[in-house]
């Protein structure tokens, strides 16, 4: 099944219009014509089964013949990570973290940062490529990038961790997941969250936590720490 996206399609529609851009990409490039099948996604949850009633180059248009709704998961994953040196291992995190279900993404910025600045609009697309590539049908929320101490003091619910490669007491991630909870984990960039941040954050009820007995590049702790939620609720 290939998926397309558009945010701006509802349950309340009969039918719908794809703009300029996708529309030549439909019929053009993949050369959809009347009566042709698509599938569309509206990243809330909602999958669209849809009949092309129109292939313009400008505007092609399809008849909504069936809509399944899917119910979100009884987990979420909210990841806060430190954007790394290398803009393409942030964006593999991105990709990989989407395709195995992440549920929210918040940039941010460390005292040992070395990238201070994201391009939101790359970051945007490559999750939506990755949403679906793997056939999912919520998009995961992308936040802007925000401080440490701005993040920390927030108020925040469900299970609160920092993962930090300091040689202080620390319990292992995966002993401390339960199934069907919520938990925010933080990620620090590749110099790690200094001795100050990670006395903030344990004095704001973030529990210190250990991925493995290695040290871990920023994007694979990442990593590492969305497949130990999803894993833990299969």
Same mark, same amino acid.
């Given at each position: 099944?290939?998926?397309?996206?558009?945010?701006?399609?509802?349950?309340?529609?009969?039918?719908?219009?794809?703009?300029?851009? *996708?529309?030549?990409?439909?019929?053009?490039?993949?050369?959809?014509?009347?009566?042709?099948?698509?599938?569309?996604?509206?990243?809330?949850?909602?999958?669209?089964? =849809? /009949?092309?009633?129109?292939?313009?180059?400008?505007k092609?248009?399809?008849l909504?013949t069936?809509?399944? =709704?899917? /119910? #979100? =998961?009884?987990?979420?994953?909210?990841?806060?990570?430190?954007?790394? /040196?290398?803009?393409?291992?942030? *964006?593999?995190?991105?990709?990989?973290? =989407?395709?195995?279900?992440?549920?929210?993404?918040?940039?941010?910025?460390?005292?040992r940062?070395?990238?201070?600045?994201?391009?939101?609009?790359?970051?945007?697309?490559?999750?939506? #490529?990755?949403?679906?590539?793997?056939?999912?049908?919520?998009m995961?929320?992308?936040?802007?990038?925000?401080?440490?101490?701005?993040?920390?003091?927030?108020?925040?619910?469900?299970?609160l961790?920092?993962?930090?490669?300091?040689? @202080? *007491?620390?319990?292992?991630? /995966?002993?401390?997941i339960k199934?069907?909870?919520?938990?925010?984990v933080?990620?620090?960039?590749?110099?790690d969250?200094?001795?100050?941040?990670?006395?903030?954050?344990?004095?704001?009820?973030?529990?210190?936590?250990?991925?493995?007995?290695?040290?871990?590049?920023?994007?694979?702790?990442?990593?590492?720490?969305?497949? #130990?939620?999803?894993? @833990?609720?299969?």
């Amino acid at each position: 099944m290939q998926l397309f996206y558009n945010p701006n399609i509802s349950p309340n529609d009969s039918q719908f219009s794809f703009d300029k851009e *996708e529309s030549k990409h439909i019929v053009k490039v993949l050369r959809k014509t009347e009566g042709n099948i698509l599938y569309v996604t509206n990243g809330l949850g909602d999958l669209f089964t =849809t /009949k092309i009633i129109l292939s313009s180059e400008k505007k092609c248009t399809v008849l909504i013949t069936e809509i399944e =709704t899917n /119910k #979100s =998961t009884n987990f979420y994953i909210h990841l806060v990570v430190a954007p790394t /040196k290398m803009n393409e291992r942030f *964006e593999w995190f991105l990709e990989k973290a =989407t395709e195995m279900g992440i549920h929210e993404i918040t940039p941010i910025i460390c005292n040992r940062s070395e990238r201070k600045i994201i391009n939101r609009d790359r970051f945007d697309k490559i999750i939506q #490529s990755a949403m679906k590539q793997s056939l999912q049908f919520f998009m995961p929320k992308l936040n802007d990038p925000i401080t440490f101490q701005n993040f920390i003091l927030k108020k925040h619910t469900g299970n609160l961790c920092i993962a930090h490669c300091e040689e @202080t *007491e620390k319990q292992l991630f /995966k002993n401390t997941i339960k199934k069907n909870e919520k938990y925010t984990v933080l990620i620090g960039p590749e110099g790690d969250f200094s001795e100050k941040e990670i006395k903030l954050a344990i004095e704001n009820k973030f529990i210190p936590v250990s991925l493995g007995n290695t040290r871990l590049r920023t994007e694979t702790a990442a990593i590492v720490a969305c497949h #130990s939620i999803v894993f @833990t609720n299969e």
